[in-house]
């Protein structure tokens, strides 16, 4: 039983890795395919940001579909995540609740995000774009506090070099912006690449719970 608890908690963080990158990519595919979107390699070219991609049907249908699963999903993955960080840090309650904290706002961000990605309201084209930030801002917080706090030193190392390259870009994307005429190709360049090393942070985090044996069980007794 303990086995099979530990395969389903580990599966729910791999689907939580990978299907915002494959659905993303397959709504562009249709996007692109109907003439909605322009077509190009967006990590390279930029020519779309990944809003896009959920604005325009049929596409828009999967990547609903996609992340609004995809926010429940992080919920669990985090609430999950501070358990494991208890568990093999007990000194790391503080990192632990962080994660936990900032990681549910993101996912809440991400819902709110998703839920108004269509309109074009005024009120609700604001609730979007903070929507999008809360969810970035907050699950980057969260990831770096797990990423500082994890057992294995070389995941740790390759977590915390995952999470340098946004800051990086960001940067990078702040002086383009004031120097370049037209930066949203490169902006949206740096939106796809970004969002890609956030899925792959998971991946490695995976790594992290099998290598440390991370299982949940369920006990029950009458009394």
Not at 26 to 42: R, V
């Amino acid at each position: 039983m303990r086995y099979a608890f530990a395969m389903v908690i580990r599966g729910l963080l791999l689907i939580t890795a990978l299907a915002p990158v494959i659905g993303v990519n397959i709504a562009y595919w249709i996007g692109a395919a109907h003439d909605n979107l322009p077509s190009c390699i967006p990590y390279i070219d930029g020519c779309t940001s990944i809003s896009s991609t959920g604005r325009y049907p049929p596409g828009d249908r999967l990547f609903r579909a996609v992340m609004l699963p995809q926010a429940v999903l992080l919920a669990v993955t985090w609430y999950a995540t501070s358990l494991w960080l208890r568990a093999v840090r007990p000194d790391a309650t503080r990192a632990a609740t962080t994660a936990l904290v900032a990681g549910l706002l993101g996912a809440l961000a991400l819902i709110i995000y998703v839920s108004y990605l269509a309109s074009n309201d005024p009120f609700y084209e604001v609730m979007r774009r903070y929507g999008i930030y809360f969810y970035f801002v907050c699950t980057v917080i969260a990831q770096i506090a797990v990423s500082l706090s994890v057992p294995v030193a070389t995941l740790r190392r390759v977590m915390l070099g995952i999470m340098a390259t946004p800051f990086a870009l960001g940067l990078f994307n702040f002086v383009q912006k004031a120097v370049v005429e037209n930066p949203d190709n490169t902006e949206n360049v740096i939106e796809w690449i970004v969002s890609l090393l956030m899925q792959l942070w998971f991946v490695v985090l995976w790594l992290a719970w099998r290598r440390t044996h991370f299982a949940v069980q369920a006990q029950a007794r009458l009394s």
